[in-house]
C-alpha cells in the first residue's frame, strides 16, 4: 500500500492522516505476517515506540486493524482486509504460531469458527491460534537433541 493509499484508508475510517499514522499503516499493509510493536519498532527505525504504540491503539479503535495474542506474550498486529470496511470477528481466519522459529501465519482460507454463546453474552473479539511447528522449520532439529 502507497503512503497515498495509506492516506485514503485513513480518511475513510475517520483517522486524521498524520505522518507517523501512515508511516504505521504502510509499514503494516507491507508486512507478509503479522507483527509485534517491537517488530514494528525495528521496521520503523525513525518512530518512537509510544507513538507506533498511540498510533496501534487509534488504528484498532477505528477498525483499520486488529490485534490478537498468538501465544508468544505479545500482541500481534494485521490490517483488517474486511469487505465491508467493518473488522467483523465472522470475517477473521485463523493464525498459526510455529513454536520453532516464533512466526505467526495468517491461514486465511480458514475461517474462525462461529461460536453460539449463552443468552446475554456479546463477543467483542475472537483469538483463534493454532500451534505447532511450520513448513520451514519442519525437520529441523533444535541443538541437543531438542525438537
Known amino acids: 500500500m502507497s503512503s497515498e493509499a495509506s ?3 485513513l480518511i475513510e475510517k475517520g483517522i486524521h492522516p498524520t505522518a507517523a499514522r501512515i508511516l504505521i499503516l504502510k509499514a503494516l499493509s507491507e508486512q507478509t505476517h503479522p507483527v509485534s510493536l517491537t517488530e514494528l519498532e525495528t521496521v520503523l527505525e525513525t518512530v518512537d515506540k509510544s507513538t507506533i504504540f498511540r498510533s496501534l491503539a487509534v488504528l484498532l479503535e477505528h477498525h483499520a486493524i486488529h490485534a490478537f495474542e498468538d501465544g508468544s506474550g ?13 473488522c467483523r470477528i465472522e470475517n477473521r481466519h485463523v493464525h498459526f504460531y510455529c513454536e520453532k522459529c516464533n512466526r505467526t ?4 482460507d480458514v475461517k474462525v469458527p462461529a461460536v453460539s454463546l449463552p443468552e446475554g453474552y456479546i463477543a467483542e473479539s475472537v483469538n483463534y491460534t493454532v500451534k505447532g511447528t511450520c513448513p520451514e522449520c519442519k525437520g529441523k532439529t533444535r541443538p541437543y537433541g531438542h525438537s
Open 7 to 9: 492516506e485514503k484508508r
Open 105 to 108: 501465519f495468517c491461514i486465511k
Open 74 to 86: 505479545s500482541m500481534k498486529y494485521e490490517i483488517c482486509h474486511s469487505t465491508d470496511g467493518i
